[in-house]
């Protein structure tokens, strides 16, 4: 029985030669929330040792709880740019609401739309008119088809700069925070052009679990991951029970490494210290 080809990625490339969708995996790594600039500055510092080159961090956070710390804002974008200009690295922040989305233009290489917000059409829809790629979260009760006509929006606006992340599903299991839907990279790799990465912070809302599914989410065939990093993670203000201590992101990295090999892909090379 004859097939249709499988369509290939097609990268998304952003500056300095940073490029998603090829076969180098790439990952994004930082804390959930930006709350200092000595705590971003801490993590940057060992992304640049390990060959990192794109920072994670929440400015403005979609908390559950309204009671819950918010994120600090125009304060947090500026400390993310800061500190990434200053040790050479890219951004990647969520974009909240409409209203926010020229401000985090303004300051992110990437602009994450989360999974709370997968089906805000006019985000979707102002994202799209930007020139910034854009990190779109599956809704953690999306289907395969709704998370892709998401894309549809954004790109029907004129942006097809577009990477798709898979970052757990809801499901009857409640023994972890979420369900990493290996299934859904899998298929979306072979059934779209669009690069896809794992988050399995998220996924699993447990820091011992987050390396074992990073490593499944890889060998599904994600593009790259975004994981949740953080100086002392009983101190987060938020998602600290998922957060991988800067000790471990070199297991985190090795593992990578090896799933990659195993793939016939690679990571950069970390820095000449
Ligand atoms: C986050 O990246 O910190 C986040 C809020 O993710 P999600 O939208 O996937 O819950
Ligand atoms: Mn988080």
Same mark, same amino acid.
């Given at each position: +029985?004859?097939?249709? %080809?499988?369509?290939?990625?097609?990268?998304?490339?952003?500056? *300095?030669?940073? =490029?998603?969708? *090829?076969?180098?995996? =790439?990952?994004?790594?930082?804390?959930?929330?930006?709350?200092? $600039?000595?705590?971003?500055?801490?993590?940057?510092?060992?992304?640049?040792?390990?060959?990192?080159?794109?920072?994670?961090?929440? %400015?403005?956070?979609?908390?559950?709880?309204?009671?819950?710390?918010?994120?600090?804002?125009?304060? /947090?974008?500026?400390?993310?740019?800061?500190? %990434?200009?200053?040790? /050479?690295?890219?951004?990647?922040?969520?974009? #909240?609401?409409?209203?926010?989305?020229?401000?985090?233009?303004? $300051?992110?290489?990437?602009?994450?739309?989360?999974?709370?917000? +997968?089906?805000?059409?006019?985000?979707?829809?102002?994202?799209?008119?930007?020139?910034?790629?854009?990190?779109? &979260?599956?809704?953690?009760?999306?289907?395969?088809?709704?998370?892709? +006509?998401?894309?549809?929006?954004?790109?029907?606006?004129?942006?097809?700069?577009?990477?798709?992340?898979?970052?757990?599903?809801?499901?009857?299991?409640?023994? =972890?925070?979420?369900? !990493?839907? =290996?299934?859904?990279?899998?298929?979306? &790799?072979?059934?779209?052009?669009?690069?896809?990465?794992?988050?399995?912070?998220?996924?699993?809302? @447990?820091?011992?679990?987050?390396?074992?599914?990073? @490593?499944?989410?890889?060998?599904?065939?994600?593009?790259? #991951?975004?994981?949740?990093?953080?100086?002392?993670?009983?101190?987060? !203000?938020?998602?600290?029970?998922?957060?991988?201590?800067?000790?471990?992101?070199? *297991? #985190?990295?090795?593992?990578?490494?090896?799933?990659?090999? %195993?793939?016939?892909?690679?990571?950069?090379?970390?820095? +000449?210290?």
């Amino acid at each position: +029985m004859q097939h249709d %080809a499988t369509p290939t990625t097609r990268p998304v490339v952003l500056r *300095d030669g940073v =490029t998603i969708g *090829d076969e180098e995996i =790439t990952l994004m790594l930082g804390p959930c929330s930006v709350e200092s $600039y000595e705590q971003v500055r801490a993590v940057a510092e060992v992304l640049v040792a390990h060959g990192v080159r794109i920072l994670r961090g929440g %400015a403005f956070k979609p908390r559950t709880s309204p009671h819950a710390f918010q994120g600090l804002g125009r304060e /947090g974008l500026e400390i993310l740019r800061a500190v %990434a200009d200053e040790f /050479g690295l890219l951004v990647v922040t969520e974009a #909240l609401g409409v209203e926010h989305v020229p401000l985090v233009a303004q $300051y992110a290489d990437i602009i994450q739309i989360g999974s709370r917000n +997968m089906q805000h059409f006019p985000l979707l829809w102002a994202v799209g008119e930007t020139e910034k790629p854009v990190l779109l &979260k599956r809704g953690f009760m999306a289907t395969v088809h709704e998370w892709l +006509m998401a894309a549809e929006h954004i790109a029907s606006c004129g942006n097809d700069c577009i990477i798709l992340c898979e970052r757990g599903i809801r499901t009857f299991e409640t023994a =972890t925070r979420n369900t !990493l839907d =290996t299934n859904a990279i899998a298929l979306v &790799k072979a059934e779209t052009g669009f690069p896809v990465i794992g988050d399995p912070s998220h996924a699993t809302g @447990r820091t011992d679990l987050v390396i074992p599914a990073a @490593r499944a989410a890889l060998a599904a065939g994600a593009d790259g #991951l975004i994981v949740e990093v953080h100086p002392r993670p009983s101190e987060a !203000l938020s998602d600290g029970q998922q957060a991988l201590p800067l000790e471990q992101v070199p *297991d #985190l990295i090795a593992a990578a490494r090896r799933i990659a090999a %195993a793939l016939g892909r690679s990571l950069p090379a970390p820095a +000449m210290l």
